[in-house]
């Protein structure tokens, strides 16, 4: 599932039996508390793994079991084309804060980096960068500003790359902890892992530091994301195990 911007629609995938002409994903409109509009079927669609909405709502991405990243309008779910593919299944795409990128990984451990200034064209990748990919997780992660991309790259390690081609690749190695969901904090500073290990990691992300270490799950943690509570900012998990638990990172300020 994905919200939009604003808050008010919520895109969802599923692999329930095909409606006449429709795509396998749903948006609804969280006000009126309804299907805000049908989303058109491409020939030969099949199951979604991860759908985005661009930053500006313009479009709607999807990628899946067809090894295609498709784009569709954002307000009016009519079919725009497909921008490009992987090699094997796509597990996961996520749009950069900026607008500009849209980052999608599969099974083919590639990750793509796309322009997402021009959804409406066929496109070759901006960059590619090895990624592994082994579960339907948060297996990248975009900074706030766009400027970095985190990927898992090996059993016990993620790599925070430099969109811009500059050197400076930062790698976060912790031997067992072989991670499967990422998340950058709000300002950018921290990175979270959470592992097949059960463990969730707070790292610097500038130097590759480890800050913290929570364990409290007992499977696999494959979901992670920021908050800012009044008070103060909090990290949010999810887990295999069925649970949702919230972290507060006020001992590592």
Known sequence: MAYDRTGR???SSGDEELRPGSARVKVWDLEAGREAFPIEAFEGDQVLFSVGFSRDGRWLAGGGRDRKIKVWNGATGRKVGVIGKHEDEITKLTFSPDGRYLASIGN???VKLWDATRLDKEQEPLRRFEGQCEDFADLIAFSPDGSRLAVITGDDTATIHPIGGADGAVRLVSRGHRPLALAFSPDGRWVASGGKDCAVKVWDAQTGKLLQTFKSHIDQ???????????????????RDGTVKLWDLAPIR
């Open 9 to 11: 629609f919520l895109a």
């Open 108 to 110: 083919d451990d590639m």
């Open 221 to 239: 943690v494959t979901r992670l994301v920021f908050f800012q509570r009044p008070e103060e900012l909090w990290l949010a998990s999810g887990s």
